[in-house]
């Protein structure tokens, strides 16, 4: 994926883009438009924190959040292609904490992480995570499990993290977020889950 994304900004600098764009690239580039939002905050981060206390701007954060929802219901079901994938056909989680883990397996919605991935697994889309937790195989363990078990949520591969120092700690391989999501837009797991 990271030699994939240099070999477009190469083309993009040289103006030889290839048409039609490669899957991979192409999931890249959904991928970077999926975090610009992040980007756009990050030079307000401390007056949106500030904001957080005001009752009117969570309404209106959660109005906001209710339109995207709303929009997340109106886009056409069925499977798709790498080719063929559209911004909101696939959600990915990356990194997903033991908390959001926790989170999404006991269905609690009070964030706008979960409240998005409960409004695309309630529409039948695919719900990729990538986990990056210190205790996977403590008590994020039950939750892995009860999520591995749901219908249309899908794991990037994952492995310990460091078996000497952090013995229950588990990282997705990030090298697999692309062939994860194809899989998931495909209806499969990618296998091994576990590395």
């Not at 990271?2 to 030889?16: K, N, P, Y």
């Not at 009752?55 to 209710?66: E, R």
């Not at 709303?70 to 292609?81: L, Q």
């Amino acid at each position: 994926m990271i030699v994939e994304l240099i070999d477009g900004v190469r083309d993009l600098v040289r103006g030889t883009t290839p048409n039609p764009i490669p899957p991979a690239r192409r999931m890249i580039l959904l991928i970077i438009v999926g975090t610009l939002p992040l980007f756009v905050v990050l030079p307000v981060k401390d007056l949106v924190e500030g904001l957080s206390g005001n009752i009117y701007f969570v309404a209106g954060a959660l109005i906001v959040t209710g339109f995207l929802l709303f929009a997340s219901d109106r886009v056409k079901k069925g499977r798709k292609t790498e080719r063929s994938a559209k911004l909101l056909d696939v959600l990915l989680v990356c990194p997903c904490t033991g908390n959001t883990l926790a989170k999404l397996a006991c269905g609690i919605t009070d964030t706008t992480v979960t409240m998005a991935a409960k409004a695309h697994l309630r529409n039948g889309a695919p719900l990729v995570l990538a986990i990056s937790t210190n205790d996977a195989l403590a008590a994020s363990a039950k939750h892995i499990g009860a999520l591995m078990d749901k219908k249309n949520v899908y794991f990037v591969p994952f492995r310990q993290d460091s078996p000497q120092k952090k013995p229950r700690s588990m990282v997705a391989d990030f090298s697999k977020l692309t062939d994860t999501v194809c899989h998931a837009l495909q209806g499969e797991q990618i296998q091994p889950i576990l590395l």
